[in-house]
């Protein structure tokens, strides 16, 4: 009777010295609080870093604008050497233009997908859009001048053109970029499970008459009905249906998963405990199941 009574009152003697559920609770709480924090830090410094390299380059293309206005203007000669650094610069600034312009497309892209609730970052972009279609009309002013000067810029002409693309079709282009590097991410933790007893799982030729896993028909398999498809991210518990027994036939390394088992010993629960681990050898998780014998 003592040892009953002293296994009733442990749980609760634990709970009083260690944290309440309340405190529990509480700091689960604040640690998603303090995760969603390092979440929003992240993203404000990656616009940041854009706006300041969008912000330099502005202030080396004005620069370069002043070097060349400066050594072309009145009725200078200039000698072979000159043009030749002056046709440099006018280069590098298409460039930089070019550069910025993909940024704040970058950007542009970046405010749609946090579903545009930082409106001050908003305003910074929309600013840095009329810089640069003020700044574009300048260049192209400089250019006119140049020209009028008999400077050779035919190598240019290529550049003019990808400066004129608007910024909603590289907008379009990063877009597209995006959509193939979330396409192959989902690819990369997609796996596939089935379960069932062996006599079902040979019925449906997932596995042989010997009980071994057919791996090379798996691809095969997994595009019918006979393999539950998953993400690999989200998938973090699958319930066995508390069976006597389990076993994988496919490779999943000890210490990435565990199983949780009823207080007759029976098999609830599948864990994923470190998925990375889990699903690294196999994408195909089988697991024959049995109330008697395998």
Known sequence: MKKYFLLLIFPLFLLSCGESEEEIRLKAKLDSMEQAKTTVDLQNNDYMKAFNEIQANLDEIKAKEKIISTQTSGDVELNTTDKESINEDINSIYDLMLENKKKIAYLRNKLKSSGGK??????????????????????????????????????????????????????????????????????????????????????????????????????????????IKIDTRTLSEIPLKSYKKVKFLSSHPDGSYEFVTDKDGKYEVLKITNPEKFWKMSKYLVITVSNGMF
């Open 118 to 227: 930082t409106s001050q970052f908003k305003k910074t972009i929309e600013r840095l859009t009329n810089q640069m279609e003020e700044k574009e009309g300048q260049v192209a002013d400089l250019k006119a001048l140049l020209e009028k000067k008999d400077f050779d810029l035919a190598a240019l002409n290529d550049k003019v053109e990808d400066l004129s693309t608007d910024i909603t079709e590289l907008e379009g282009a990063n877009q597209e970029k995006d959509n193939v590097i979330i396409e192959k991410d989902n690819d990369l933790h997609t796996a596939y499970y089935v379960m069932g007893e062996k006599k079902e799982l040979i019925k449906t030729g997932v596995i042989s008459i010997e009980g071994k896993f057919l791996s090379k028909k798996a691809k095969v398999q997994s595009e019918s009905d006979k393999f």
